[in-house]
């Protein structure tokens, strides 16, 4: 069993910055693929971002390339989202996720645990 505790969202003004982060519990992190969904009111929860076990491969939505980071410390059992340049529609609850395999997904089907999430708004 994993649990997930994501911190950092807040109210921030369009082109500004957050660093989310989601911290786990046990001495099995790094054996988890680790992902980043948000969902926005009224509508599904969408992939964002996800990152390999040893964070050497990552994947983003299209929405989201070449402003946000995801990366990841195994020895302090915490992955991060690091958001840049953010826009009103970036607004959203951000939930983080572990996927018990070595494979990437994007699919929020594939993955096993999730955090409550934090909420990001994000002002025009």
């Known amino acids: 069993q994993v649990q997930l505790v994501e911190s950092g969202g807040g109210l921030v003004q369009a082109g500004g910055s957050l660093r989310l982060s989601c911290a786990t519990s046990?001495?099995?992190?790094?054996?988890?693929?680790m992902g980043w969904f948000r969902q926005a009111p009224g509508k599904e929860r969408v992939f964002v971002a996800t990152?390999?076990?040893?964070?050497?491969?990552?994947d983003y939505a299209d929405s989201v390339k070449g402003r946000f980071t995801i990366s990841r410390d195994n020895a302090k059992n915490t992955v991060y989202l690091q958001m840049n340049s953010l826009k009103p529609e970036d607004t959203a609850v951000y939930y983080c996720?572990?996927?018990?395999?070595?494979?990437?997904?994007?699919?929020?089907?594939?993955?096993?645990?999730w955090g409550q999430g934090t909420q990001v708004t994000v002002s025009s």
């Open positions: 046990g001495r099995t992190f790094s054996r988890y693929v």
């Open positions: 996720a572990a996927r018990s395999t070595w494979l990437l997904s994007t699919m929020p089907k594939d993955y096993n645990y």
């Open positions: 990152i390999s076990r040893s964070g050497d491969s990552t």
